[in-house]
Antibody, heavy 121, light 108 residues
Framework: QVRLHESGPGRVKSSQTLSLTCTVS??????????WSWIRQSPGQGLEWIGD???????NYDPSLRSRVTISLDSSKNQFLLNLNSVTAADTATYYC?????????????WGQGTKVTVSS | SSELTQDPAVSVALGHSVRITCQGD??????ANWSQQKPGQAPILVLH???RRPSGIPDRFSGSSSGDTASLTITRAQAEDEADYYC???????????FGGGTKLTVL
């Protein structure tokens, strides 16, 4: 059973870089057939897709965040990472990592529990 | 269009049926998927590939689609079905994911 777990600082100062890690257990991040994804949810708001990466490192980003986002793989640790630079209060959110399954029409079939990040001035 | 539109809120009487809809151009070429989110919890997948339920999801959850609109139907709604429901799909390019704004379901 695949599990995902987010980790990283709960507070980031405005204009700095938010860095989060998603650790994958019970399966390999090098497996074909999945998008490893980051999704966020601002307080009281809906879900917002940030971007994803596949086993060979190909990435996709939401156009509105593309200039500030980097998603990468660390295969040695079975992790994928999110970097979001130049953060503002608008980036305060709960950040989820999730697996999108190609066999399920790219549905997010596994989610982390989420990590709350607050951007402070 | 790169948007998916959902009604913000829907209510249903306990034991009755309810349909939650999701409309957007991307649904003409991509299946809608649906997640359920309860307060303070991460979302879970309830339907994928238009009408397929993951293991553990009750069969009172079903899906359908026509043209640019997908629907999630809950028959015999239970109190534990009260939650936010989000539809999503790949956009027309296939490179990005778009979420609907979510529908808050209240079971009366």
């Amino acid at each position: 059973q695949v599990r995902l777990h987010e980790s990283g600082p709960g507070r980031v100062k405005s204009s700095q870089t938010l860095s989060l890690t998603c650790t994958v257990s019970g399966g390999s991040i090098n497996s074909d057939g999945f998008y490893w994804s980051w999704i966020r949810q601002s307080p009281g708001q809906g879900l917002e897709w940030i971007g994803d990466i596949i086993y060979n490192g190909i990435v996709n980003y939401d156009p509105s965040l593309r200039s500030r986002v980097t998603i990468s793989l660390d295969s040695s640790k079975n992790q994928f990472l999110l970097n979001l630079n130049s953060v503002t209060a608008a980036d305060t959110a709960t950040y989820y990592c999730a697996r999108a399954n190609w066999q399920f029409a790219d549905a997010f079939d596994v989610w982390g529990q989420g990590t709350k990040v607050t951007v402070s001035s | 269009s790169s948007e998916l539109t959902q009604d913000p809120a829907v209510s249903v009487a306990l034991g009755h049926s309810v349909r939650i809809t999701c409309q957007g151009d991307s649904l003409r070429g991509h299946y809608a998927n649906w997640s359920q989110q309860k307060p303070g919890q991460a979302p879970i997948l309830v339907l994928h590939s238009k009408n397929r339920r993951p293991s553990g999801i009750p069969d009172r959850f079903s899906g359908s689609s026509s043209g640019d609109t997908a629907s999630l139907t809950i028959t015999r709604a239970q109190a534990e079905d009260e939650a936010d429901y989000y539809c999503y799909s790949r956009d027309n390019s296939g490179d990005h994911v778009i979420f609907g704004g979510g529908t808050k379901l209240t079971v009366l």
